[in-house]
């Protein structure tokens, strides 16, 4: 099956939730708080129903792993990934940095990734060989090659700060790039993949988080893995992007 009609259900798909999503924000909702402590709004059940609708219906044999609905057929050749609203903290607080994330997994490789921000507008998306886009435009990764020059944003870092040797090369970092920002979420890898800053450090992330922002960042030229520099996975729970150059200087910081 071509990328091509992947790609347009996945959109297809993330335009349907940000119909629900845009006629739910700022409603108050109620917030019932999971398991593993992270909150879950009717947005996020329903943005998700809708997603998996578009997507079941074009693609019935494809696997599923949605943030609110759970697993199914993962053992299939062709697996999406699914957050509806990544973000669901800003959304309560009717804050518009949250976002849909829709990626396709394909034999274990990433191959097609949608993010959508209803309420920041913006859309991007890429499919595996054929560039990345936001907002319709073609979009690439900056060509900053020194620490020093460079801009870095940061994600959930606790994981980093508990290691007090990684976390003193990260404070080192700090003292020599150009700028920090903690950005977070999907915006600054929306960022990092237009060239508007530089590098994406995160230590407490999921798949479903990165999955679609990972072919993102790397179809407009950049390097994407964990912060050890390994592939992206289903058990993906760090982040290290930014252009090869960069990637390189940085990586060695991270590394246990």
Not at 36 to 59: Q, Y
Not at 93 to 99: G, K, T
Not at 104 to 112: D, Q, Y
Request: proline share 4%; hydrophobic share 45%.
């Amino acid at each position: 099956m071509p990328l091509t009609a992947e790609l347009d259900a996945a959109l297809d798909a993330a335009r349907a939730a940000a119909t629900v999503i845009n006629g739910l924000y700022r409603r108050n909702l109620t917030v019932t708080t999971k398991a593993d402590r992270s909150p879950v709004t009717e947005a996020d059940i329903r943005s998700e129903e809708a997603i998996r609708e578009v997507l079941a219906k074009r693609f019935p044999s494809y696997g599923f792993y949605g943030e609110e609905t759970g697993r199914s057929a993962m053992h299939a050749e062709s697996v999406w990934l699914v957050d509806p609203i990544d973000g669901t903290k800003s959304f309560v607080r009717d804050c518009p940095f949250f976002s849909t994330q829709i990626a396709l997994m394909r034999g274990g490789e990433l191959v097609l990734g949608v993010s959508s921000a209803p309420a920041f507008g913006e859309l991007a998306w890429a499919a595996r060989g054929e560039g990345a886009f936001l907002d319709g435009e073609r979009i690439r990764v900056g060509t900053t090659a020194a620490i020093e020059d460079a801009i870095v944003s940061t994600g959930n870092l606790k994981t980093l700060a508990r290691d007090p040797r990684r976390w003193s090369n990260y404070a080192d970092l700090v003292t020599r790039v150009s700028r920090i920002r903690g950005y977070g979420d999907f915006v600054h890898y929306h960022l990092l993949a237009r060239g508007a800053l530089d590098v994406v450090i995160e230590s407490d992330v999921n798949i479903l988080d990165i999955a679609a922002l990972t072919v993102i960042v790397r179809e407009a030229g950049g390097v994407f893995t964990d912060l050890e520099g390994g592939d992206v996975g289903l058990g993906t729970t760090s982040v290290l992007a930014a252009n090869a150059p960069l990637h390189a200087l940085v990586a060695p910081r991270f590394t246990r």
